[in-house]
């Protein structure tokens, strides 16, 4: 009877710290992902080891005998295991402090200030890569530009170091139409490189190469819109319109 007695203590000895090793895992893989990474696991582990000693110091013993501690009776292993869930809570009531701060209408407003301000010191050093010629092409482009007799006419923008381009006047039958193109510094002489970075048209997609030609002659502007994927197409050529 005896023997059968220690079996299942001991039984009951190790599920308990199995249990309570289990949810301290769990608890410090938690607090690994909240925003104080390493520090965050200490202050979890810190805080749920006090919480168990704490609660096994003050809980009322029996008097036990060097034979047989009080953690050795059922009434102490009992005991032990009230430690281990208070520990354990304290760690689940730890965790949620840990989380990011929530957001507000002033912190809110001082993140768009700040993604605005690298927005324009990214546009700033796309425009200062490029050469002379390409910063003159990048102040001309903006406006509407058509087709032959702009029957089919194109609205460019310049926004956020790229350039924006949509079709505002169409032919019966045709889609609507809209572009957005990243500058890319290089080239040559008045040509400025775009990469695209979406589209409404199905036969563009990200990434394609685009090379704008702007010339002026005798008052007369033209932009020749080319996309590199099109091998052997000279290109869309553009004339300025009101």
């Not at 104080?36 to 704490?54: E, N, Q």
Request: charged fraction near 20%.
């Amino acid at each position: 009877m005896k023997a059968l007695n220690r079996i299942l203590w001991l039984v009951t000895f190790v599920a308990i710290i199995g249990v309570a090793a289990a949810f301290a895992w769990l608890a410090l893989g938690v607090a690994e992902d909240k925003r104080g990474g390493w520090v965050a696991i200490t202050i979890t582990l810190a805080v749920g080891i006090g919480a168990a000693i704490s609660q096994y110091i003050v809980a009322p013993k029996i008097v036990g005998s060097p034979r047989r501690p009080f953690w050795m009776s059922w009434k102490g292993l009992a005991t032990l295991f009230l430690a281990c869930v208070a520990g354990a809570g304290a760690m689940s009531l730890l965790l949620p402090l840990l989380d990011p701060t929530v957001a507000t209408e002033d912190t809110v407003v001082g993140d768009g200030d700040r993604t605005r301000a690298e927005i324009g010191e990214a546009k700033e050093e796309i425009i200062a890569a490029l050469s002379p010629a390409q910063r003159s092409v990048v102040q001309a482009i903006p406006g509407l530009w058509g087709e032959a007799g702009c029957s089919v006419v194109y609205e460019f923008k310049m926004q956020d170091g790229g350039l924006m381009i949509e079709r505002v006047r169409k032919e019966p039958g045709m889609s609507d139409y809209a572009m957005t193109a990243a500058l890319v510094p290089g080239g040559e002489g008045d040509q400025l490189n775009a990469s695209i970075a979406r589209s409404s048209d199905a036969g563009e997609t990200e990434g394609q190469a685009l090379i704008f030609t702007y010339s002026r002659a005798a008052g007369e502007e033209r932009l020749n819109w080319r996309n590199l994927t099109h091998a052997g197409y000279g290109g869309t050529k553009l004339e300025r319109c009101s």
